[in-house]
């Protein structure tokens, strides 16, 4: 009942906003070619039913591995960034590229190296969706609070030991913030490289957009914000099973 | 009552709509960079028919026609299959003016290949880039089968994965891409989309019925302007070439006039020398109707008189 009553502020917006579209469209205000009536995106998502799921499908297998190779690559070149200042200095710089790099210019470069396909398309995923990871890992890994630290060092614990009961622990909510923004972004990676890749939702909008079907476009938007939201939910739920014994923001 | 509610809550859609309009001024939006396609729009005397005309240049996915119907744009460039499918939305689309009497689109594939036909290249493996909510591809899967090659999406103007592939095919403007591929070394070969019987009309002159109703005269004008700035540049394209040049630096200068010449044969044609230059036939709107509403793609077929109009 409680978490009823948590969800009805979240749902007032979209009530309010599906009504005042739906209005719009059925009165004649706003053109349907423009925006579709949301009783016609729904209509579009159960006819097409069997095309739009099995895309969902597709995209999400891709977004996830995507996000899966940032999470493990992204943590691993944080502790390693971490090891030494030299070694921030010399590689950070790089890392920093990755958020840069526009995954549209390069999405066409994507399919040479890896040929048309899920492996393009989680290579897009992945390269959209590291920098949150290695940046929010990294920073958390750093600012270990420096009493603990001189504890640890009293104690004569090494530095692997140091990073696995200190430092990583004490990261962990940052990492989780960089995870949230990994997630979101993975998703938007994937349906850039299935605009350029071919399949899943990607190739499902890019096609609908051709074929002047604006209901069909927003049916496979739609599908790929609950794929988006699903996974943000997912690190939630991480995030409250690991921190909720000690952490404030899970408390 | 209604109207005046939605005014009130969604303004910026109206603000949208009329963002950076001078009054007076005519907007003419393209489907894409201004290369020698749209050489007749550029050439055309406007001012002489008294009009100020803005050209707005487009890229891939610009909704042109959407721009035109929600009147962010009062004429646009758009192909015949767009219009036809545009008006079965409810979208009020005209053409006005068709430059291209011939489909000008097709699959280029490596000559090296020595295949014969359309057909042929279905038969065999390799990959066909392909954009596939185009009408045509969906004729081509209907016609030839699409089990034995593998499709993907189409590269847009990108010839670099053709270029890597001896079995890679993929769709083209016949004078636009196969060009570049020759400039890059590799033996091309082109099979026109119209070999598959599929020509509609592209590169048309369109506008809303809504302007055409409130405004005969500037419709008329800019009709008769782009006629005769066809007809100039078909004769001489080279001062034409020269402005587009400067606007889209990403051509190649010498194929500007490549282009220029080896698309003529599909704007002047037997039925332009009798017609005109850009005009439409009934029989042809028809054609196309029946092949659109035979692959699915109308909720409701337009009647073919309403599609076009003859200024």
Known sequence: ?251 | MHRRTFLRIAPAIALLANCGKSPGKIRLALNWKPDPQFGGFYAAPYQAHGLDVEILPGGAGTPTIQMVGAGSAEFGVVSADELVVARSQGNDVVALFAVFQNNPQGIMVHASRKLASLADLFKVPGTVALQRGLPYARLLEKKYGFEKVKIVPSPGGDISAFLADKNFAQQCFIMSEPLTAKHQGADVQVFPVSDAGYNPYTTVLTTSGEFLRNDPDHAKAIAAAVREGWRAYLDDPKPTNQRMKQLNPSMAPAVFAEVAEAQTPFIETDETRRNGLGSMTKERWEALIAQLKDLGDLKTAPAPEDCYRAL
């Open chain 1, 1 to 251: 009942m409680k978490r009823l009553r948590s969800i009805i502020p979240a749902l007032i917006p979209l009530l309010v906003v599906t009504a005042a579209a739906e209005l719009a469209v059925r009165y004649g205000s706003v053109k349907s070619y423009l925006v579709p009536a949301p009783s016609s995106v729904l209509r579009a998502m159960i006819e097409s039913r069997a095309e739009l799921f099995g895309a969902l499908l597709t995209t999400s297998v891709s977004a996830l591995v995507g996000f899966l190779l940032s999470t493990v690559a992204g943590i691993a070149i944080a502790v390693f960034l971490s090891s030494s200042r030299a070694i921030q200095r010399a590689f950070y710089p790089y890392a920093v590229f990755f958020q840069t790099v526009p995954i549209i210019a390069i999405a066409p470069l994507l399919v040479i190296w890896f040929g048309y396909g899920t492996r393009t398309v989680v290579a897009s995923a992945f390269v959209v969706s590291i920098f949150p990871v290695i940046a929010n890992t990294l920073s958390g890994i750093l600012s270990t609070e420096p009493a603990l630290r001189d504890l640890f060092r009293l104690y004569g614990a090494s530095t692997l030991v140091t990073l696995f009961k200190l430092r990583f622990p004490a990261a962990l909510p940052q990492i989780l913030t960089g995870l949230r923004v990994a997630s979101g972004l993975a998703v938007i990676g994937a349906i850039v490289g299935e605009f350029i890749g071919g399949q899943g939702l990607g190739s499902v909008v890019d096609v609908a957009r051709t074929q002047q079907r604006v209901d069909k476009v927003f049916a496979a938007v739609l599908l790929a914000s609950v794929l988006g939201l699903a996974l943000f939910g997912l690190i939630n739920l991480v995030s409250n099973v690991t921190l909720r014994r000690w952490h404030a923001s899970e408390q």
